[in-house]
Nanobody, 123 residues
Framework: VQLQASGGGSVQAGGSLRLSCVTS????????VSWFRQPPGKEREFVAA????????RYADSVKGRFTVSRDNAENTVYLQMNSLNPEDTAVYYC?????????????????WGQGTLVTVLQ
């Protein structure tokens, strides 16, 4: 499974961005997908996750209420809608896939990763 993350960019504080994680792999619909981020000079951290069915989601406390993860299995795409962005959200964002478990917060639990997409939030 090859994943491609996109949608990053620069945005003013308070703004929004939507990230996408897409694959051409048909079995993608059987994978849970998580988003992680790595701020400059820091460790990679869990952001959000969605069950393969889309029926369940999990969020880091730091993004709860601001970020929404969703998926369109017909399009083999998972989204991360990010609202009310602040400079602390500046990071390289990655998507990762796993099965049968999903939503694990340890990046070491994943071996399927997309390339990162940079999000920069300006003061």
């Amino acid at each position: 499974v090859q994943l491609q993350a996109s949608g990053g960019g620069s945005v003013q504080a308070g703004g929004s961005l939507r990230l996408s994680c897409v694959t051409s792999e048909r079995t993608f619909t059987t994978y849970g997908v998580s988003w992680f981020r790595q701020p400059p000079g820091k460790e990679r951290e869990f952001v959000a996750a969605i069950h393969w069915s889309g029926s369940s989601t999990r969020y880091a406390d730091s993004v709860k209420g601001r970020f929404t993860v969703s998926r369109d299995n017909a399009e083999n795409t998972v989204y991360l809608q990010m609202n009310s962005l602040n400079p602390e959200d500046t990071a390289v964002y990655y998507c990762a896939a796993s099965r049968p478990s999903w939503g694990r917060r340890d990046p070491g639990a994943y071996n399927l990763w997309g390339q990162g997409t940079l999000v920069t939030v300006l003061q």
